[in-house]
């Protein structure tokens, strides 16, 4: 059973900095992981993309966190990160990873993370 677990999540000033962790657990040796990202959901709103990373490494982000975040993974210990600095308060949301895999029998499919609060004051 794929799980997501999330940390790194808590309270900062504007302009400070954290960094959110989210590790992948019960995979198989048949079960490869392919894009890992990070959206958020703000309250009021409604979930969006912050960023996503490729296991070749290529990278997304949205323009609101473009030079301010980074996405970064390794794979060996089946981990992805979001580093966050120059924190708004518009950043403020609850941040959830998202896994997809590939399994051997030839299927796609996707994997969420508890959530993690994030929030920022000014």
Do not use: H
Not at 41 to 57: H, I, M, N, Y
Request: hydrophobic share 35%; charged share 15%.
């Amino acid at each position: 059973q794929v799980q997501l677990v999330e940390s790194g999540g808590g309270s900062v000033q504007a302009g400070g900095s954290l960094r959110l962790s989210c590790a992948v657990s019960g995979t198989s040796p048949n079960i490869l992981i392919l894009t890992m990202g990070w959206y958020r959901q703000a309250p009021g709103k409604q979930r969006e993309l912050v960023a996503t990373a490729t296991r070749s490494g290529g990278t997304n982000y949205a323009e609101s966190v473009k030079g301010r975040f980074a996405i970064s993974r390794d794979n060996a210990k089946k981990t992805v990160y979001l580093q966050m600095n120059s924190l708004e308060a518009e950043d403020t949301a609850v941040y959830y990873c998202n896994v997809r895999t590939w399994r051997a029998i030839g299927s796609t499919s996707d994997f969420w993370g508890q959530g993690t609060q994030v929030t920022v004051s000014s």
